[in-house]
Structures are given as C-alpha cells and as structure tokens.
C-alpha cells in the first residue's frame, strides 16, 4: 500500500481517541456515521461538477482537489466502520488478478 495511505490510516485510527474539538477527523466520528455518509455524498458532487468542468477547460486541477476530498471522506468512513484502505486495494488487486486487465469485476462468492 503506498507510503500515503498508510499513514492517513494510521491518523485516522489514533483520531478515534480524540476530543470533538480537537481536530476535523475526530469532529467527524463525534457528529457520526450519517454526518460522515453527508460529506461522502457532497465531495461526490463536487468531483462530478469538477470533471464536467476540466472536460471543458481542459484544466484539472480542481477535479485533482476535488478526488482526494472524495478518497480522504471515503477513508473516513471506512475508518469508522472499522475497515482499513487496504481492504479496498486488496479488493481491486483481486479484480486485477482475475481478468489479467480488469475487464469486469464480479463480486466474491459470500
Ligand atoms: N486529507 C485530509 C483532508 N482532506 C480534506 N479535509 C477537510 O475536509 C473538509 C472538506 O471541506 P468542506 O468545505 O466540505 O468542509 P467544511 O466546511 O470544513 O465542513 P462542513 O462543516 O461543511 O462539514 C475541509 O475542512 C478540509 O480541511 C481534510 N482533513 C484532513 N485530512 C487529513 O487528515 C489528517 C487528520 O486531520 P485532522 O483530524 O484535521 O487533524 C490530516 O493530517 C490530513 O492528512
């Protein structure tokens, strides 16, 4: 897993143990999981609006912003159903495996 996502994961597990006040992260587990779920949903939009727009301008800076805002929230609320990022790459290097070039994902037999 990359150097980055590694260490995000590990502040957003020592954030559990903090005080509302203290930092956005552990804001967000004190509001909870729907308040978490909310700024999943907005950062969508705005990646969405973002990529309308690079399509346009052909500038994607803000669409860049925009998908790390939309991961950064996923991870949070990942974080707080106690799921670590590596799971989710574990996921797609299992997609990977199973096509050669991920042609279609299907979801493991439960
Ligand atoms: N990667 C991020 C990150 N990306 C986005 N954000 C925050 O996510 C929010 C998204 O912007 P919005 O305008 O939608 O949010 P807002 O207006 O502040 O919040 P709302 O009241 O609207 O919900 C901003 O407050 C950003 O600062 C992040 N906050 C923290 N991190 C990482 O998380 C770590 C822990 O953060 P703290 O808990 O704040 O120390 C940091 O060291 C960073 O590495």
Not at 9 to 30: F, G, M, N, P, T
Not at 42 to 49: G, K, M
Not at 92 to 99: E, I
Request: proline share 2%; aromatic share 6%; glycine share 6%.
């Amino acid at each position: 897993m990359s150097d980055t996502l590694t260490r995000l994961a590990q502040v957003l597990e020592e954030r559990k143990d903090a005080a509302a006040d203290s930092s956005y992260v552990a804001s967000l587990y004190h509001k909870g999981l729907n308040k978490i779920l909310e700024k999943v949903g907005e950062e969508s939009v705005e990646t969405i609006i973002a990529a309308k727009d690079a399509a346009i301008s052909g500038d994607c800076s803000d669409l860049i912003y925009e998908t790390a805002d939309l991961w950064f929230h996923t991870m949070v609320m990942l974080a707080q159903l106690g799921q670590h990022p590596q799971a989710v790459l574990d996921e797609l290097d299992r997609r990977f495996g199973l096509s050669g070039h991920a042609e279609k994902a299907s979801r493991p037999s439960a």
